[in-house]
């Protein structure tokens, strides 16, 4: 689906963008993205830095053991 960005030179916190959580937040990732590009926002280094998320496995998740097992000793 195609989003469309709509960029204020002067002050991009005043940007428009068509996706559904601009409408809820009035900021968005394609806005940051954009002004980024266009440097008119500094990404701070702290937060490239950060590692991303591991992606899910593409098997099934593996069965939970039973929670009320005795451990005879």
Excluded: W
């Excluded at 005043?14 to 990732?29: A, E, L, Q, W």
């Excluded at 939970?64 to 005795?70: E, F, G, Q, S, W």
């Amino acid at each position: 689906m195609c989003r469309v960005v709509t960029l204020n030179n002067q002050d991009f916190c005043h940007s428009k963008c068509s996706c559904p959580s601009y409408d809820k937040t009035n900021i968005c990732k394609r806005i940051i993205g954009v002004a980024s590009y266009f440097k008119l926002f500094a990404i701070p280094l702290e937060i490239k830095n950060l590692p991303m998320k591991e992606k899910r496995k593409r098997a099934a998740p593996k069965k939970a053991i039973k929670a009320l097992v005795r451990i005879n000793k």
